[in-house]
């Protein structure tokens, strides 16, 4: 791992911990000049209506802050994502991935899922302990995502490339978690979480 990404690292558990405490940080509402285009991809108030594109409504901060470093150093490849964080400072990238964590958090589909798929995919949750991880109800913590109410296309692809080492996470966790489950579980896995109520 280079060392600016550590670097980038501690500074996110930081603002992390800042975030939770900082009740002026909580009420941050006024949208980031370099936010304005946000909206034409991940849609309105953080809530995505475009195949594969996560939605950002409640993300952590600090996790969106190492994604969109990550974006600007080219450590993860996304040709759009690459090009607009190219020329992001630090505090761009701190504000940015403030504004994300005030975003309202997606709704979850109308579609509760068919209950037996739910309890098999739940029974699968509680084996991998990814509710350890992500949080019980997977709103995340820290610098661990929220996948509650993610479009489920988005965990689909995020899973299986996690799996085949497409996608680079900043450390190896997800892919070595991923190596024994198989495609169908993963499939299994996106339908489960995307619909899941706490």
Known sequence: MNKALLSVLAVSALAGTAFAESPGMAAYAAVPPKAEQCPACHGENGQSQTENIPSLGAQQPAYALIQLYMFREKLRSSDIMNGIAKDLT????????????????PNPP??????????????????????????????????????????????????????????????????????PITDQQIVELAYYLSRYRP
């Open 90 to 105: 630090d505090d761009d990238l701190h504000s940015l991935s403030d504004f994300i964590g005030t975003l309202p958090k």
């Open 110 to 179: 109308a579609d509760l899922g068919d209950p037996v798929r739910m309890e098999a995919a739940k029974a699968l949750v509680d084996k991998e302990h990814c509710n350890s991880c992500h949080s019980a109800d997977f709103s995340g913590r820290d610098n661990i995502p929220r996948i509650a109410d993610q479009r489920e296309d988005y965990l689909l692809q995020t899973l299986r490339d996690y799996k085949s080492n497409k996608r680079a996470g900043y450390d190896a966790t997800m892919a070595e978690v991923l190596q």
